[in-house]
DNA sequence: CTTAGGGGCTGATGTAGATCAGCTTGCCGT
DNA sequence: ACGGCAAGCTGATCTACATCAGCCCCTAAG
């Protein structure tokens, strides 16, 4: 039960499959990955899994399902920092800071490995590879946060939009759950327009012109991609932002 | 000479100060920071530190001077990212994904030690608290950059303003740069709005609109805070958000 | 079957901030 | 001792997006 995570190895699970492309990781670090990632736990939609100021937070690997991490301001809008989905760590800043500074919801039902915060940290002075590669994973979340940050600074809403649907594209192909052609997207409308910086109307409208222009569609929970072309050339988008080609350890 | 760095030793260093806040290092620890640091460079403004799409870049820690990270737009615009002041780390992105994904260019001259990829790593593997503490700064600074993010997406220019000046304030106090009343600032209205996601005009009025509100000043270089109060208020600025509480790893 | 609530959708109106245009000041090089 | 040029500053106009208001549709609960 211990290498088992549910019918899969460790080596195939998201998680693994994601640092192994960064940092070659040996069977003893694999094993250590495996004890982390025993405690596994189920999340409805409306529980919070993680939220802003709470002490003593573990962190998370998400097997299924789909979160977001936001931060509520004080007028209460809130600006939803970026999605979650399989494979992805979620809460290490909360583990790290001993305090959370967001929030993290479940978008569906969700299942996901607790990670104590002492167990991680331990796994970092036994396998001092497996470090470099969470250090590496996190800055390939900030490298994203960044773009958002651009996204949300100096481009348009029709092309952030673009360039948020491409990336989430990327991201999803990684883990095997998108194409070219498009993918299943449980996100709706104004949760979109919290992402993005807008208001849920104007997320609705261009929607509406990305469709009329013939390049993305987004109805009924399904992105399709009409013109992937065309959408990548209007949003600017940098087709391997995500790649980093091959191992930085060998 | 090699512990000691100009006329300080290491411990004193802005950057091991930084680091020690957090995970309590070593003598070995020092000795293998201090060895990272042995390279030291001068950069003049108009001369970038870390272009965009280079490869094999070294990173690097400020000593003296203040730096913006930035990226740059199809359309010529550009967005800064984050600006860098003594202690901070440069670029470590661009070694762990081996290409940079955005440019670093000086803003007053620049005094840096030269880290290169491979002692980074190999220091590492050697001494893993030095990882996990390089990880906690990595994840501090996506912490800010989510914290902008927030600033870009949500809030009106004016607070916006306010917030980034405060937080700035925070991380100047903690290397000695500024105190309660202000500090020296050396950015221009034009770096600002590429920072705020703003128009050098716009930066403009809100300058003086808090000015004239009575917050704060922003002129000839130097920042004062009229009334620190008012302008946390206004900004709803958690004043312990750079704060972390002690030590992660005693 | 009825209703209540959430998501999507649309038109009308309002506004924060961009853009354009120009003016002043200080500084640097010749 | 003068031109050039960046930084600051200001008024007038324009526009991308927000806000407000209301409709339809679907599902879930009574």
């Given amino acids: 039960m211990k290498e088992q995570i549910g019918d899969m190895s460790v080596q195939d699970s998201p998680f693994a499959r994601k640092l192994s492309a960064f940092v070659r990781l040996s069977k003893d670090d694999l094993l250590v990955i495996s004890d982390l990632y025993r405690r596994r736990r189920d999340f409805d939609v409306g529980s919070d899994m993680i939220h802003q100021g ?7 690997v998400l097997a299924s399902g789909w979160a977001s991490s936001y931060k509520i301001l004080i ?4 600006q939803i920092v ?4 399989p494979g992805d760590f979620i809460g290490l800043r909360s583990v790290l800071f001993r305090t959370s500074d967001h929030n993290v919801e479940p978008i569906t039902p969700v299942q996901a490995s607790e990670v104590h915060q002492r167990d991680l940290l331990d796994a970092f ?3 001092p590879r497996l470090a470099t590669a969470v250090l590496w994973a996190a800055s390939r979340d900030e490298a994203m946060v960044v773009e958002h940050l651009v996204d949300l ?12 649907f491409l990336e989430l594209g990327a991201r999803l192909r990684l883990v095997g759950m998108a194409n070219q052609t498009g993918f299943d997207c449980p996100l709706s409308q104004s949760l979109l327009a919290d992402a993005l910086g ?14 009329e222009a013939g390049m993305l569609t987004f109805q009924k929970g399904k992105v399709v991609y009409d013109n992937y072309e065309a959408l990548t050339e209007f949003a600017g988008f940098d087709r391997n932002y995500l790649d980093h080609n091959g191992p930085l350890l060998p």
């Fill in 198 to 211: 807008l208001s849920a109307v104007h997320v609705n409208r261009v929607l509406r012109e990305l469709r």
């Fill in 82 to 85: 970026d999605f979650q989905i």
């Fill in 54 to 60: 709470q002490t003593n937070q573990s962190a998370y």
């Fill in 153 to 164: 600074g100096r481009r348009s809403a029709s092309v952030r939009m673009a360039h948020f």
């Fill in 75 to 78: 007028d209460g809008t809130r």
């Fill in 125 to 127: 002075t036994r396998t």
